[in-house]
T-cell receptor, first 115, second 113 residues
Framework: SAVISQKPSRDICQRGTSLTIQCQVDSQVTMMFWYRQQPGQSLTLIATANQGSEATYESGFVIDKFPISRPNLTFSTLTVSNMSPEDSSIYLC????????????FGSGTQLSVL | QKEVEQDPGPLSVPEGAIVSLNCTYSNSAFQYFMWYRQYSRKGPELLMYTYSSGNKEDGRFTAQVDKSSKYISLFIRDSQPSDTATYLCAMSASAGSARQLTFGSGTQLTVLP
């Protein structure tokens, strides 16, 4: 399985600021995924980061709020912009592997608290 | 009604107990079923992956799928304190489609020594 390094592991930020989360994979992957995990709720897919094209955002998530970069096949960043306390959550990077990319592997996550 | 329902717990058991974790779902198109284990302050790790109905065993873990009842289970035999974690079920209608993967909200399990 892929080894996924995510940083920072946690951060405390002020309202109105932005935070960029980095995700590095030890092998080349076609798609990388960004998830949000709020307490007591299921994992929610924010967007799919495709190398060489714009990210695909899920309903309820927009590029202005969560801009994503994917400069190569092993790296991606997610920025949480103009943060509010409602953005406090765990953010997870994920990649798909397997014969049909059917299995998801996750990074260790970024615990974000917004004051 | 959520597409996937999972009892949030928390569930607390003594070491050596048999643990049963369950999820129900409403979408009859789901064919691929997964269980993830998430330790505190870590990302989820894939524990079991099954296709369609039936059982799959891996060491102390058994995944069971009953598509007729839209019900999946994860059994942990001889539970250990190291099994203390949150367990998430996940499912999809097609392989290789992470965008269609639906997660349960997780069951928090504590195994007491």
């Amino acid at each position: 399985s892929a080894v996924i390094s995510q940083k920072p592991s946690r951060d405390i930020c002020q309202r109105g600021t932005s935070l960029t989360i980095q995700c590095q994979v030890d092998s080349q992957v076609t798609m990388m995924f960004w998830y949000r995990q709020q307490p007591g709720q299921s994992l929610t897919l924010i967007a799919t980061a495709n190398q060489g094209s714009e990210a695909t955002y899920e309903s309820g998530f927009v590029i202005d709020k969560f801009p994503i970069s994917r400069p190569n096949l092993t790296f991606s960043t997610l920025t949480v912009s103009n943060m509010s306390p409602e953005d406090s959550s765990i953010y997870l990077c994920s990649v798909a592997q397997g014969a049909s990319d059917e299995k998801l592997f996750f990074g260790s996550g970024t615990q974000l608290s917004v004051l | 009604q959520k597409e996937v329902e999972q009892d949030p717990g928390p569930l607390s058991v003594p070491e050596g107990a048999i643990v049963s974790l369950n999820c129900t779902y409403s979408n009859s198109a789901f064919q691929y079923f997964m269980w993830y284990r998430q330790y505190s302050r870590k990302g989820p790790e894939l524990l079991m992956y099954t296709y369609s109905s039936g059982n799959k065993e891996d060491g102390r873990f058994t995944a069971q799928v009953d598509k007729s009842s839209k019900y999946i289970s994860l059994f942990i035999r001889d539970s250990q304190p190291s099994d203390t974690a949150t367990y998430l079920c996940a499912m999809s209608a097609s392989a290789g489609s992470a965008r269609q993967l639906t997660f349960g909200s997780g069951t928090q399990l504590t195994v007491l020594p």
